[in-house]
Structure formats: structure tokens, C-alpha cells
């Protein structure tokens, strides 16, 4: 749930679960080596608890960092946004995709270059129905700006 609602906090959250499950597992086995004859199985369990709760602790830091910072969306999101702009046949061409991921929402700005003789009313339609397809595309909330350009060298990139 949490990778899919893109929640931190409920990531954070399934860690937290996680590690104590696996923290309880180590220290079982710690136990048995103790009792099977193994003089360090509790320090080898204390051990792999610390290093799970670090590595845990290093990776939910690194995630909200990231997400302090406004970092891009993931590369996957990225190419499905690809897919549904190239799919619009009404724009010819588009640059200047940005995205950067606030929370959960996702901020995503991009031009597109229509044909020059469309009137501003039709070049806005094919800017209102991308947006439409990439809101009901994208699963975490979005905010789009569609630039509209009209496609003449000068603005080709």
C-alpha cells in the first residue's frame, strides 16, 4: 500500500513492522546458537539487528530527504508520461518535461508544439485533454501546466 499510495510515512510505517519481525528472527537464531554451543550467538544477533536498523534507518532518511528536496519522480512514472504525451496525435513535438515530486503530489510541467494554424480555443482543447489523460494516467494526485507552443523551427528544440 505504501509504494503504491507513494506514502513515506506508511513506508516508514511497514518498515517499522518489518524490522521487528525480522529483529525477533534474529535474535531466536541468537538463542539456538547459544544453546546449540555457539558462545556468540546473542552478539551475532545484536549485530544483524543493528545493521537491519540501520539500513533501514539509512533508507527511510534518504526517502524523505528526497522528497524534501523536491526530487523528480521515479524513472517509471517519467517514461509512462512519454507514452501518454507521443500518444496524443494533435502534439507534433514537446520539450522541457520537468516533474518534481512534492508529498505525494506531482508536479509536472511540459510544452508542446501544435500545429500554427490551429485558433487558441482548438490548441487549448489538445492542452485540456492531456492534462485529462494524464491525471486519470498518473495514480498519485498531479498538477500539470501544458505550455502550448506553435510548431515553427524557432521553437523546435
Not at 529483529?23 to 544453546?35: N, P
Not at 556468540?40 to 536498523?53: E, F, I, K, R
Not at 524534501?68 to 509512462?80: N, Q, R, S
Request: charged letters at 25%; glycine letters at 6%; a negative charge.
Amino acid at each position: 500500500m505504501a509504494v503504491k499510495s507513494h506514502s513515506t510515512a506508511l513506508y516508514a510505517n511497514a518498515w517499522h513492522h518489518r524490522s521487528d519481525a525480522l529483529s525477533s528472527v534474529a535474535v531466536l537464531a541468537g538463542y539456538f546458537l547459544l544453546k546449540f554451543g555457539f558462545d556468540h550467538g546473542d552478539q551475532l544477533a545484536a549485530v544483524a539487528v543493528g545493521l537491519m536498523v540501520m539500513f533501514v534507518g539509512v533508507k527511510i532518511i534518504g526517502d524523505c530527504l528526497k522528497e524534501l528536496t523536491e526530487g523528480a519522480v521515479d524513472p517509471d512514472t517519467i517514461e509512462h508520461i512519454k507514452e501518454v504525451i507521443n500518444s496524443n496525435a494533435a502534439i507534433r513535438q514537446w520539450h522541457r518535461l520537468r516533474t518534481r515530486t512534492v508529498g505525494r503530489e506531482v508536479f509536472l510541467d511540459v510544452h508542446i508544439l501544435v500545429d500554427p494554424t490551429l485558433d487558441v480555443a482548438a490548441a487549448h482543447e489538445i492542452s485540456e485533454k492531456l492534462e485529462k489523460t494524464l491525471d486519470e494516467e498518473i495514480v498519485r494526485p498531479v498538477n500539470i501546466t501544458v505550455h502550448i507552443e506553435p510548431d515553427l523551427p524557432t521553437f523546435r528544440k
